[in-house]
């Protein structure tokens, strides 16, 4: 059972204009959530996090957005640039830095020059 | 950002042969570390967490006797296949957390057993 989902395996934005990936939970124990960023034959670097008591979370061109009520999470990423090409995995946990990280499978964006 | 390796990136083995996959944090000790699987248009999938001088804890669904950990100091992690099927051809990640919450990946090793 998928616990974080990804619906849109794919993305294309012009360079320049805001990348918008989503991500839906259905575990409502899940209070930390991060966003990973995955090159081809590399492992997923960490981008950002957001706790639940927050709902936004900032830093340099990127943004995460997080509701709650609704289960989603947001990642904004503006403006986009080539290099931002990759593939975006969101992942939660129900207590912070705790071990089992649920992955969801990823969307990969595309920027286009 | 923190650095973990993995070693080897790659690695084709016949069936029924083991293979090892060393997993090292180079630049901090990791007391803790993880394995994770990602089958093609899936997610990660963890598989154990490793805690250095102890016995790894598996996740349900997955054999411990057939997916041997060690991690035997705070720098490095081995997942040994043993008895390698063609269906545990996968890529295989490790992350490794040393004191801060977030978890450091490892390049990843592309298993294909044949």
């Known amino acids: 059972d998928q616990q974080v989902k990804q619906n849109s395996p794919s993305l294309s934005v012009q360079e320049g204009r805001i990348s918008i990936l989503n991500c839906d939970y259905t575990n409502s124990m899940f209070d930390y959530f991060l966003w990973y960023k995955k090159y081809p034959a590399e492992g997923p670097t960490f981008l950002i996090s957001?706790?639940?008591?927050?709902d936004k979370n900032e830093d340099g061109r990127f943004t995460v957005f997080l509701n709650k009520s609704a289960k989603h999470l947001s990642l904004h990423i503006v403006p986009s640039q080539p290099g931002d090409s990759a593939v975006y995995f969101c992942a939660a946990s129900e207590v912070t830095g705790a071990n089992n990280l649920f992955f969801g499978t990823g969307t990969r964006l595309t920027v286009i020059p | 950002g923190a650095v973990v390796s993995q070693h080897p990136s790659r690695v084709i083995c016949k069936s029924g042969t083991s293979v090892k996959i060393e997993c090292r944090s180079l630049d901090f000790q990791a007391t803790t570390m993880f394995w994770y699987r990602q089958f093609p248009k899936q997610s990660l999938m963890l598989m154990a967490t490793s805690n250095e001088g102890s016995k790894a804890t598996y996740e349900q669904g997955v054999e411990k006797d057939k997916f041997l950990i060690n991690h035997a100091s705070l720098t490095l992690s081995t997942l040994t296949v043993t008895s390698a099927h063609p269906e545990d051809s996968s890529f295989y990640i490790c992350?490794?957390?040393?004191?801060?919450?977030?978890?450091?990946f490892g390049p990843g090793t592309r298993l294909t057993v044949t």
């Open positions: 992350s490794a957390r040393g004191l801060a919450s977030e978890q450091y």
């Open positions: 957001i706790s639940s008591i927050k």
